[in-house]
Protein backbone atom coordinates (compact mmCIF):
# COMPACT_ATOMS: atom_id res chain seq x y z
CA UNK A 1 0.00 0.00 0.00
CA UNK A 2 1.33 3.34 -0.69
CA UNK A 3 0.37 6.37 1.80
CA UNK A 4 0.03 10.03 0.47
CA UNK A 5 -0.67 12.88 1.64
CA UNK A 6 -2.15 16.02 0.45
CA UNK A 7 -1.71 19.77 2.24
CA UNK A 8 -4.10 21.78 0.72
CA UNK A 9 -7.67 20.96 -0.90
CA UNK A 10 -8.14 22.94 -3.85
CA UNK A 11 -8.17 21.92 -7.58
CA UNK A 12 -4.39 21.04 -7.21
CA UNK A 13 -4.66 19.39 -4.62
CA UNK A 14 -7.79 17.36 -5.96
CA UNK A 15 -6.32 17.02 -9.45
CA UNK A 16 -3.39 15.39 -7.90
CA UNK A 17 -5.78 12.67 -5.36
CA UNK A 18 -7.67 11.88 -8.67
CA UNK A 19 -4.46 10.63 -10.56
CA UNK A 20 -3.68 8.97 -7.73
CA UNK A 21 -6.28 6.95 -7.76
CA UNK A 22 -6.35 6.11 -11.34
CA UNK A 23 -2.77 5.15 -11.21
CA UNK A 24 -2.96 2.79 -8.52
CA UNK A 25 -6.15 1.77 -7.95
CA UNK A 26 -6.63 0.50 -4.56
CA UNK A 27 -3.31 0.49 -3.53
CA UNK A 28 -3.28 3.88 -2.35
CA UNK A 29 -4.45 5.82 0.22
CA UNK A 30 -4.54 9.50 0.24
CA UNK A 31 -5.55 11.87 3.17
CA UNK A 32 -6.25 15.57 2.06
CA UNK A 33 -5.75 17.62 4.90
CA UNK A 34 -6.86 21.62 4.70
CA UNK A 35 -5.87 24.25 7.69
CA UNK A 36 -9.96 25.12 6.94
CA UNK A 37 -12.71 22.80 7.94
CA UNK A 38 -14.00 23.45 4.27
CA UNK A 39 -12.78 21.95 1.23
CA UNK A 40 -11.81 23.49 -2.54
CA UNK A 41 -9.31 26.15 -1.79
CA UNK A 42 -9.60 29.04 -4.85
CA UNK A 43 -12.93 27.50 -5.92
CA UNK A 44 -14.63 28.39 -2.95
CA UNK A 45 -11.97 31.15 -1.58
CA UNK A 46 -10.81 32.61 -4.92
CA UNK A 47 -13.35 32.08 -8.07
CA UNK A 48 -15.95 35.20 -8.04
CA UNK A 49 -19.08 34.50 -6.58
CA UNK A 50 -20.71 35.80 -9.81
CA UNK A 51 -19.08 32.88 -11.75
CA UNK A 52 -20.94 30.25 -10.25
CA UNK A 53 -20.53 27.44 -13.38
CA UNK A 54 -16.91 27.69 -12.86
CA UNK A 55 -17.42 26.23 -9.13
CA UNK A 56 -19.11 23.36 -10.24
CA UNK A 57 -15.51 21.37 -11.11
CA UNK A 58 -16.13 20.96 -7.05
CA UNK A 59 -18.93 17.96 -8.22
CA UNK A 60 -15.40 16.20 -9.83
CA UNK A 61 -13.94 16.69 -6.54
CA UNK A 62 -16.17 15.72 -4.47
CA UNK A 63 -16.55 12.27 -6.72
CA UNK A 64 -12.59 11.74 -5.83
CA UNK A 65 -13.72 13.06 -2.04
CA UNK A 66 -16.31 10.65 -1.48
CA UNK A 67 -14.01 7.84 -2.99
CA UNK A 68 -12.99 4.78 -0.46
CA UNK A 69 -9.17 5.47 -0.50
CA UNK A 70 -9.74 9.32 -0.11
CA UNK A 71 -10.57 11.46 3.24
CA UNK A 72 -10.79 14.58 3.85
CA UNK A 73 -8.66 15.82 6.96
CA UNK A 74 -10.03 19.27 7.35
CA UNK A 75 -8.98 22.20 10.33
CA UNK A 76 -5.42 20.63 10.53
CA UNK A 77 -2.32 23.16 10.40
CA UNK A 78 0.84 21.82 9.25
CA UNK A 79 3.33 23.51 11.17
CA UNK A 80 1.31 24.13 14.83
CA UNK A 81 -0.88 20.75 14.42
CA UNK A 82 1.96 18.76 12.93
CA UNK A 83 5.56 19.35 11.28
CA UNK A 84 6.46 18.55 7.78
CA UNK A 85 8.86 15.89 8.93
CA UNK A 86 6.48 14.36 10.93
CA UNK A 87 4.25 13.98 7.93
CA UNK A 88 7.02 12.62 5.65
CA UNK A 89 8.09 10.13 8.15
CA UNK A 90 4.00 8.94 8.15
CA UNK A 91 3.69 9.20 4.26
CA UNK A 92 5.43 7.78 1.35
CA UNK A 93 4.56 10.83 -0.66
CA UNK A 94 3.74 14.06 0.84
CA UNK A 95 2.32 16.79 -1.84
CA UNK A 96 2.47 20.64 -1.21
CA UNK A 97 -1.09 21.83 -2.90
CA UNK A 98 -0.89 25.20 -0.65
CA UNK A 99 -1.78 27.87 -4.10
CA UNK A 100 -0.90 31.28 -4.03
CA UNK A 101 -3.21 32.56 -0.99
CA UNK A 102 -1.04 35.84 0.18
CA UNK A 103 -0.40 39.07 -2.26
CA UNK A 104 2.66 39.64 -4.08
CA UNK A 105 3.54 43.22 -1.82
CA UNK A 106 3.48 46.47 -4.73
CA UNK A 107 6.75 47.79 -3.80
CA UNK A 108 6.18 51.67 -3.59
CA UNK A 109 5.82 54.75 -1.42
CA UNK A 110 2.26 54.40 0.09
CA UNK A 111 1.81 50.87 -0.28
CA UNK A 112 0.72 50.82 3.34
CA UNK A 113 -1.66 53.68 3.36
CA UNK A 114 -5.46 52.82 4.99
CA UNK A 115 -7.16 51.83 2.46
CA UNK A 116 -5.20 49.86 0.07
CA UNK A 117 -5.86 46.32 0.05
CA UNK A 118 -4.03 43.30 -1.59
CA UNK A 119 -6.42 41.24 -3.98
CA UNK A 120 -6.07 38.36 -1.95
CA UNK A 121 -7.58 40.53 0.78
CA UNK A 122 -10.43 42.58 -0.72
CA UNK A 123 -11.01 39.23 -2.76
CA UNK A 124 -11.39 37.17 0.42
CA UNK A 125 -13.62 39.35 2.01
CA UNK A 126 -16.37 38.96 -0.51
CA UNK A 127 -15.85 35.63 -0.96
CA UNK A 128 -16.03 35.09 2.79
CA UNK A 129 -12.32 33.93 3.74
CA UNK A 130 -12.18 33.54 7.40
CA UNK A 131 -8.77 35.40 6.91
CA UNK A 132 -10.38 38.51 5.85
CA UNK A 133 -13.61 38.57 7.91
CA UNK A 134 -12.37 41.63 9.25
CA UNK A 135 -11.25 44.11 6.00
CA UNK A 136 -13.12 47.31 5.90
CA UNK A 137 -12.74 48.38 2.54
CA UNK A 138 -13.49 52.07 2.55
CA UNK A 139 -16.56 51.62 -0.25
CA UNK A 140 -17.88 55.24 0.78
CA UNK A 141 -15.60 56.96 -2.11
CA UNK A 142 -16.31 57.20 -5.41
CA UNK A 143 -12.95 56.53 -6.79
CA UNK A 144 -11.10 53.25 -6.90
CA UNK A 145 -7.86 52.60 -8.65
CA UNK A 146 -7.05 48.72 -9.18
CA UNK A 147 -3.55 48.20 -10.47
CA UNK A 148 -2.77 45.16 -13.10
CA UNK A 149 -4.23 44.02 -15.95
CA UNK A 150 -4.71 40.55 -14.97
CA UNK A 151 -8.33 38.54 -14.50
CA UNK A 152 -8.51 38.98 -10.70
CA UNK A 153 -8.17 42.94 -11.84
CA UNK A 154 -11.41 42.24 -13.95
CA UNK A 155 -12.64 40.34 -11.53
CA UNK A 156 -12.14 43.71 -8.44
CA UNK A 157 -13.73 45.92 -11.00
CA UNK A 158 -16.77 43.37 -11.95
CA UNK A 159 -17.62 42.73 -8.36
CA UNK A 160 -17.23 46.99 -7.53
CA UNK A 161 -19.45 47.47 -10.36
CA UNK A 162 -22.37 45.40 -10.47
CA UNK A 163 -25.77 46.07 -9.03
CA UNK A 164 -27.54 44.11 -6.28
CA UNK A 165 -29.57 42.67 -8.55
CA UNK A 166 -26.70 41.24 -10.48
CA UNK A 167 -25.57 39.56 -8.12
CA UNK A 168 -28.54 37.46 -7.63
CA UNK A 169 -27.98 33.39 -8.18
CA UNK A 170 -24.15 34.48 -6.74
CA UNK A 171 -22.78 33.47 -3.35
CA UNK A 172 -21.33 36.60 -2.23
CA UNK A 173 -21.39 36.77 1.32
CA UNK A 174 -24.17 38.94 3.43
CA UNK A 175 -21.57 41.33 4.28
CA UNK A 176 -20.06 42.73 0.79
CA UNK A 177 -23.51 42.22 -0.90
CA UNK A 178 -24.94 44.79 1.64
CA UNK A 179 -21.74 46.90 1.48
CA UNK A 180 -21.47 47.17 -2.10
CA UNK A 181 -24.95 47.87 -1.90
CA UNK A 182 -24.46 50.59 -0.22
CA UNK A 183 -20.81 51.80 -1.64
CA UNK A 184 -20.48 55.56 -3.88
CA UNK A 185 -18.57 54.12 -6.64
CA UNK A 186 -18.41 55.98 -9.92
CA UNK A 187 -15.20 55.55 -11.66
CA UNK A 188 -12.38 52.59 -11.56
CA UNK A 189 -9.45 52.99 -13.43
CA UNK A 190 -7.38 49.73 -13.79
CA UNK A 191 -3.85 50.52 -14.23
CA UNK A 192 -1.38 48.87 -16.75
CA UNK A 193 2.31 49.61 -16.58
CA UNK A 194 2.37 47.77 -20.37
CA UNK A 195 -0.71 48.35 -23.12
CA UNK A 196 -3.58 46.72 -25.07
CA UNK A 197 -1.85 43.48 -26.49
CA UNK A 198 0.28 43.17 -23.23
CA UNK A 199 -3.17 42.95 -21.07
CA UNK A 200 -3.25 39.15 -18.70
CA UNK A 201 -6.89 39.08 -19.37
CA UNK A 202 -9.29 36.52 -21.31
CA UNK A 203 -11.86 37.29 -23.19
CA UNK A 204 -14.89 35.70 -21.42
CA UNK A 205 -13.89 37.65 -18.74
CA UNK A 206 -12.88 40.61 -20.33
CA UNK A 207 -16.22 40.93 -22.64
CA UNK A 208 -17.96 40.26 -19.44
CA UNK A 209 -17.46 44.35 -18.75
CA UNK A 210 -19.49 45.16 -21.75
CA UNK A 211 -22.43 43.99 -20.25
CA UNK A 212 -23.28 45.36 -17.39
CA UNK A 213 -26.04 47.34 -16.02
CA UNK A 214 -24.74 50.51 -14.40
CA UNK A 215 -21.50 50.20 -15.62
CA UNK A 216 -19.72 51.19 -18.94
CA UNK A 217 -15.42 50.47 -20.09
CA UNK A 218 -13.80 53.72 -21.58
CA UNK A 219 -10.75 52.49 -23.55
CA UNK A 220 -8.57 55.56 -24.76
CA UNK A 221 -8.67 54.87 -28.66
CA UNK A 222 -5.23 56.30 -28.70
CA UNK A 223 -3.76 53.59 -26.37
CA UNK A 224 -4.55 50.84 -29.16
CA UNK A 225 -1.81 50.02 -31.56
CA UNK A 226 -2.84 49.85 -35.30
CA UNK A 227 -5.76 47.21 -36.06
CA UNK A 228 -3.37 44.95 -38.10
CA UNK A 229 -0.96 44.21 -35.23
CA UNK A 230 -3.60 41.95 -33.73
CA UNK A 231 -3.17 39.34 -36.47
CA UNK A 232 0.27 38.31 -34.55
CA UNK A 233 -1.64 37.69 -31.29
CA UNK A 234 -2.62 34.14 -30.38
CA UNK A 235 -6.22 33.61 -31.03
CA UNK A 236 -7.20 34.19 -27.42
CA UNK A 237 -5.37 37.32 -26.73
CA UNK A 238 -6.59 38.47 -30.37
CA UNK A 239 -9.94 38.12 -29.01
CA UNK A 240 -9.56 39.88 -25.65
CA UNK A 241 -8.22 42.71 -27.70
CA UNK A 242 -10.91 42.81 -29.87
CA UNK A 243 -12.74 44.14 -27.05
CA UNK A 244 -10.93 46.65 -25.90
CA UNK A 245 -11.51 47.91 -29.58
CA UNK A 246 -15.42 47.48 -28.98
CA UNK A 247 -15.09 49.63 -25.49
CA UNK A 248 -12.86 52.43 -27.24
CA UNK A 249 -15.98 52.97 -29.84
CA UNK A 250 -18.70 52.94 -27.13
CA UNK A 251 -20.92 56.25 -28.12
CA UNK A 252 -21.23 58.82 -25.21
CA UNK A 253 -25.14 58.35 -25.58
CA UNK A 254 -24.38 54.94 -24.21
CA UNK A 255 -23.27 56.03 -21.33
CA UNK A 256 -25.33 58.83 -20.35
CA UNK A 257 -27.23 55.86 -17.88
CA UNK A 258 -24.39 54.38 -16.48
CA UNK A 259 -23.42 55.18 -13.16
CA UNK A 260 -20.19 53.62 -12.77
CA UNK A 261 -17.03 54.38 -15.41
CA UNK A 262 -14.65 51.31 -15.66
CA UNK A 263 -11.61 53.12 -17.48
CA UNK A 264 -8.50 51.13 -18.60
CA UNK A 265 -5.30 53.62 -18.01
CA UNK A 266 -2.79 52.00 -20.01
CA UNK A 267 1.18 52.73 -20.25
CA UNK A 268 0.73 53.81 -16.81
CA UNK A 269 2.92 52.44 -13.91
CA UNK A 270 1.51 53.99 -9.99
CA UNK A 271 4.84 55.22 -8.40
CA UNK A 272 3.55 56.25 -5.30
CA UNK A 273 0.36 56.57 -3.04
CA UNK A 274 -0.19 59.17 -1.02
CA UNK A 275 -2.65 60.69 1.73
CA UNK A 276 -3.23 61.91 5.05
CA UNK A 277 -3.29 59.01 7.38
CA UNK A 278 -6.01 57.26 4.64
CA UNK A 279 -5.72 56.59 0.53
CA UNK A 280 -6.04 59.98 -1.31
CA UNK A 281 -4.39 59.58 -4.59
CA UNK A 282 -2.16 57.49 -6.85
CA UNK A 283 0.94 59.09 -8.50
CA UNK A 284 1.31 57.65 -11.48
CA UNK A 285 4.27 57.61 -14.46
CA UNK A 286 3.38 57.35 -17.98
CA UNK A 287 5.36 54.49 -19.54
CA UNK A 288 6.63 53.06 -22.75
CA UNK A 289 7.65 49.55 -24.19
CA UNK A 290 11.28 49.01 -24.77
CA UNK A 291 12.72 46.55 -26.94
CA UNK A 292 11.62 43.29 -24.96
CA UNK A 293 8.24 44.74 -24.22
CA UNK A 294 9.14 45.75 -20.65
CA UNK A 295 7.66 48.90 -19.48
CA UNK A 296 9.94 52.01 -18.84
CA UNK A 297 9.12 54.87 -17.14
CA UNK A 298 8.73 58.02 -19.70
CA UNK A 299 9.22 61.10 -16.28
CA UNK A 300 5.86 62.22 -17.38
CA UNK A 301 3.80 61.56 -14.19
CA UNK A 302 -0.02 62.58 -13.42
CA UNK A 303 -1.89 62.04 -10.53
CA UNK A 304 -5.67 60.33 -9.99
CA UNK A 305 -7.81 60.36 -7.26
CA UNK A 306 -8.18 57.46 -5.30
CA UNK A 307 -10.57 57.12 -2.33
CA UNK A 308 -8.84 52.84 -2.11
CA UNK A 309 -6.76 50.58 -4.02
CA UNK A 310 -6.79 47.67 -4.78
CA UNK A 311 -3.67 45.94 -5.96
CA UNK A 312 -3.90 43.03 -8.12
CA UNK A 313 -0.20 42.09 -9.13
CA UNK A 314 -0.21 38.49 -8.42
CA UNK A 315 0.13 35.79 -5.35
CA UNK A 316 2.54 33.97 -3.61
CA UNK A 317 2.74 30.99 -1.79
CA UNK A 318 3.38 31.01 2.27
CA UNK A 319 6.88 29.29 3.36
CA UNK A 320 6.55 26.72 5.37
CA UNK A 321 9.28 26.15 8.09
CA UNK A 322 11.96 23.54 6.92
CA UNK A 323 10.36 23.63 3.08
CA UNK A 324 13.21 25.18 0.68
CA UNK A 325 11.71 27.81 -1.02
CA UNK A 326 12.22 30.24 -3.98
CA UNK A 327 11.57 33.78 -2.36
CA UNK A 328 11.72 35.71 -5.57
CA UNK A 329 9.38 33.86 -7.59
CA UNK A 330 7.14 33.09 -4.43
CA UNK A 331 6.82 29.66 -4.31
CA UNK A 332 8.93 26.37 -3.07
CA UNK A 333 12.13 25.71 -4.66
CA UNK A 334 11.54 22.66 -6.98
CA UNK A 335 12.27 20.77 -9.82
CA UNK A 336 9.32 20.01 -12.06
CA UNK A 337 7.82 19.54 -8.27
CA UNK A 338 9.88 17.37 -6.44
CA UNK A 339 11.02 19.53 -3.43
CA UNK A 340 12.97 16.73 -1.40
CA UNK A 341 13.12 12.77 -1.03
CA UNK A 342 9.32 11.91 -0.22
CA UNK A 343 8.37 15.88 -0.66
CA UNK A 344 6.55 17.18 -3.83
CA UNK A 345 4.31 20.31 -4.60
CA UNK A 346 2.37 21.11 -7.31
CA UNK A 347 -0.36 23.70 -8.48
CA UNK A 348 0.73 27.52 -7.47
CA UNK A 349 2.93 25.89 -4.77
CA UNK A 350 4.78 24.67 -8.01
CA UNK A 351 5.06 26.67 -10.55
CA UNK A 352 3.46 30.41 -9.27
CA UNK A 353 0.34 32.13 -9.84
CA UNK A 354 -0.71 32.13 -13.59
CA UNK A 355 -2.93 29.45 -15.45
CA UNK A 356 -6.57 28.88 -14.61
CA UNK A 357 -8.21 25.54 -12.74
CA UNK A 358 -7.68 23.57 -15.58
CA UNK A 359 -4.06 24.34 -15.63
CA UNK A 360 -3.83 22.55 -12.28
CA UNK A 361 -4.77 18.91 -14.09
CA UNK A 362 -2.06 17.97 -15.97
CA UNK A 363 0.44 19.38 -13.28
CA UNK A 364 -1.54 16.73 -10.77
CA UNK A 365 -1.51 13.92 -13.37
CA UNK A 366 2.54 14.44 -13.78
CA UNK A 367 3.34 15.01 -10.06
CA UNK A 368 1.43 11.39 -9.18
CA UNK A 369 3.85 10.48 -12.12
CA UNK A 370 6.83 11.61 -10.30
CA UNK A 371 5.55 9.93 -7.48
CA UNK A 372 5.30 6.59 -8.89
CA UNK A 373 8.50 6.00 -9.74
CA UNK A 374 10.02 7.39 -6.53
CA UNK A 375 7.86 5.12 -4.58
CA UNK A 376 7.17 2.02 -6.22
CA UNK A 377 4.91 -0.31 -4.04
CA UNK A 378 5.64 1.96 -0.82
CA UNK A 379 7.76 1.60 1.97
CA UNK A 380 5.67 0.19 4.70
CA UNK A 381 4.60 3.76 6.36
CA UNK A 382 1.89 4.23 8.83
CA UNK A 383 0.04 6.93 6.74
CA UNK A 384 -3.77 6.81 7.97
CA UNK A 385 -3.58 5.15 10.99
CA UNK A 386 -0.12 6.76 12.20
CA UNK A 387 -2.09 10.15 11.62
CA UNK A 388 -4.71 9.24 13.53
CA UNK A 389 -2.58 7.97 16.91
CA UNK A 390 -0.53 11.43 16.46
CA UNK A 391 -3.70 13.69 16.32
CA UNK A 392 -5.47 11.73 19.14
CA UNK A 393 -2.37 12.05 21.48
CA UNK A 394 -2.29 15.43 21.13
CA UNK A 395 -6.32 15.82 20.90
CA UNK A 396 -6.71 17.87 17.64
CA UNK A 397 -10.70 17.54 16.28
CA UNK A 398 -10.38 17.64 12.90
CA UNK A 399 -12.99 18.01 10.21
CA UNK A 400 -14.28 14.89 8.19
CA UNK A 401 -16.08 15.27 4.90
CA UNK A 402 -19.35 13.92 6.30
CA UNK A 403 -18.96 16.92 8.49
CA UNK A 404 -18.23 19.23 5.14
CA UNK A 405 -21.51 18.02 3.65
CA UNK A 406 -23.50 19.12 6.92
CA UNK A 407 -21.53 22.34 7.05
CA UNK A 408 -22.55 22.24 3.13
CA UNK A 409 -26.43 21.60 3.60
CA UNK A 410 -26.64 24.22 6.61
CA UNK A 411 -24.88 26.84 4.18
CA UNK A 412 -27.42 25.94 1.67
CA UNK A 413 -30.06 26.41 4.31
CA UNK A 414 -29.53 29.80 5.59
CA UNK A 415 -28.89 31.05 1.88
CA UNK A 416 -31.01 34.45 0.77
CA UNK A 417 -33.54 33.64 -2.26
CA UNK A 418 -31.78 32.81 -5.42
CA UNK A 419 -28.32 32.30 -3.57
CA UNK A 420 -26.81 28.40 -3.32
CA UNK A 421 -25.58 29.07 -0.25
CA UNK A 422 -24.74 32.17 2.31
CA UNK A 423 -21.18 30.90 3.58
CA UNK A 424 -20.29 30.80 7.03
CA UNK A 425 -17.44 32.99 7.43
CA UNK A 426 -15.88 32.12 10.80
CA UNK A 427 -14.10 28.43 11.09
CA UNK A 428 -16.05 28.44 14.88
CA UNK A 429 -19.13 28.27 13.18
CA UNK A 430 -18.48 26.12 10.39
CA UNK A 431 -17.01 23.76 13.15
CA UNK A 432 -20.60 24.60 14.99
CA UNK A 433 -22.44 23.70 12.09
CA UNK A 434 -21.50 20.42 11.63
CA UNK A 435 -22.88 19.08 14.70
CA UNK A 436 -26.35 20.42 13.65
P1 LIG B 1 -1.63 37.99 -13.53
O1 LIG B 1 -2.44 37.37 -14.58
O2 LIG B 1 -0.22 37.56 -13.38
O3 LIG B 1 -1.68 39.58 -13.73
C1 LIG B 1 -0.93 40.41 -12.91
C2 LIG B 1 -0.96 41.82 -13.48
O4 LIG B 1 -0.29 42.67 -12.55
C3 LIG B 1 -0.23 41.96 -14.81
O5 LIG B 1 -0.97 42.84 -15.63
C4 LIG B 1 1.10 42.60 -14.40
O6 LIG B 1 1.66 43.41 -15.40
C5 LIG B 1 0.65 43.46 -13.26
N1 LIG B 1 1.75 43.80 -12.34
C6 LIG B 1 2.60 42.98 -11.71
N2 LIG B 1 3.45 43.67 -10.95
C7 LIG B 1 3.12 44.97 -11.09
C8 LIG B 1 3.62 46.19 -10.56
N3 LIG B 1 4.65 46.17 -9.71
N4 LIG B 1 3.06 47.35 -10.93
C9 LIG B 1 2.00 47.35 -11.80
N5 LIG B 1 1.47 46.24 -12.34
C10 LIG B 1 2.03 45.06 -11.99
O7 LIG B 1 -2.27 37.75 -12.07
P2 LIG B 1 -3.76 37.72 -11.54
O8 LIG B 1 -4.65 38.66 -12.21
O9 LIG B 1 -3.58 37.80 -10.06
O10 LIG B 1 -4.25 36.25 -11.90
C11 LIG B 1 -3.58 35.09 -11.38
C12 LIG B 1 -3.98 33.87 -12.20
O11 LIG B 1 -5.34 33.52 -11.94
C13 LIG B 1 -3.90 34.14 -13.71
O12 LIG B 1 -3.41 32.99 -14.35
C14 LIG B 1 -5.33 34.42 -14.08
O13 LIG B 1 -5.64 34.18 -15.43
C15 LIG B 1 -6.06 33.46 -13.16
N6 LIG B 1 -7.45 33.91 -12.96
C16 LIG B 1 -8.38 33.43 -13.83
C17 LIG B 1 -9.69 33.85 -13.72
C18 LIG B 1 -10.72 33.33 -14.70
O14 LIG B 1 -10.37 32.53 -15.56
N7 LIG B 1 -11.96 33.75 -14.62
C19 LIG B 1 -10.08 34.76 -12.74
C20 LIG B 1 -9.10 35.23 -11.86
C21 LIG B 1 -7.78 34.80 -11.99
P3 LIG B 1 2.88 42.90 -16.32
O15 LIG B 1 2.26 42.00 -17.34
O16 LIG B 1 3.44 44.13 -16.87
O17 LIG B 1 3.82 42.15 -15.41
Known amino acids: MRHIAVVGTGPAGYYSAEAAQKLFGEDVSIDMIDRLPVPYGLIRFGVAPDHQSIKNVA ?61 AAFVGWYNGHPDHSEVDPPLDGTHVVVIGNGNVALDVARILSKTSD ?58 LPEEGADALLEPGMRKSVTFLREFAAIPESFRVDKSVEIEFDFFAAPVRIEGD ?108 AGLDALLAERNVDVVTFRDW ?29 RSR
Open 405 to 433: KKIEEAEADRAREGSPREKFIEIEEMIAA
Open 277 to 384: GKVEQVVVERTELDADLRSQGTGETYTIPASMVVTCIGYQTPPIEGVPFEHGRGRFANDEGRIMPGLYCVGWAKRGPTGTIGTNRPDGYAVVDLIAEDIGEGAGKTGR
Open 166 to 223: EFSGSDIVLHAYEQLETANTEHVALLGRRGPHQIAMTPKELGELGRLERAAPRVDPND
Open 59 to 119: RRYEKVALSDNVRFVGNLTIGEDISIDELTDLYDAVILATGAPEDRALPIPGADLSGVLGS
